[in-house]
């Protein structure tokens, strides 16, 4: 069974950093894309960062500039590192992955269970 299993959220002041990972467990066939997700109370959830299989990332405006998506060795492993955080960075944090079964390549998609990062002022 495929699980996500996040960690590194926390609580830290504004203009902090925090670090968070991703690990994927379990047997996937092919993953096409990693990305990091946030829900703050009362808002959608709303994609954060993503990277494909190629390298290749894109951003929310919000925190270009600030956010780093990355990969580990391996490429089951995604990273976040958020610098010069902001109280309005305050959600859960969602590890998303999608992936490809064998033969009819049917796409799907798997999430973490949620990191929550608070940032106070």
């Known amino acids: 069974q495929v699980q996500l299993v996040e960690s590194g959220g926390g609580l830290v002041q504004a203009g902090g950093s925090l670090r968070l990972s991703c690990v994927v467990s379990g047997n996937i066939f092919r993953i096409n894309a990693m990305g990091w997700y946030r829900q703050a109370p009362g808002k959608q959830r709303e994609l954060v960062a993503r990277i494909v299989s190629e390298g290749s990332t894109n951003y929310a405006d919000s925190v270009k500039g600030r956010f780093t998506i990355s990969r580990g060795n391996a490429k089951n492993t995604v990273y976040l590192q958020m610098n010069s955080l902001k109280p309005e960075d305050t959600a859960i944090y969602y590890c998303?992955?999608?992936?490809?079964?064998?033969?009819?390549?049917?796409?799907?998609?798997?999430w973490g269970q949620g990191t929550q990062v608070t940032v106070s002022s």
């Open positions: 998303n992955l999608e992936a490809s079964t064998p033969i009819t390549r049917k796409p799907y998609g798997l």
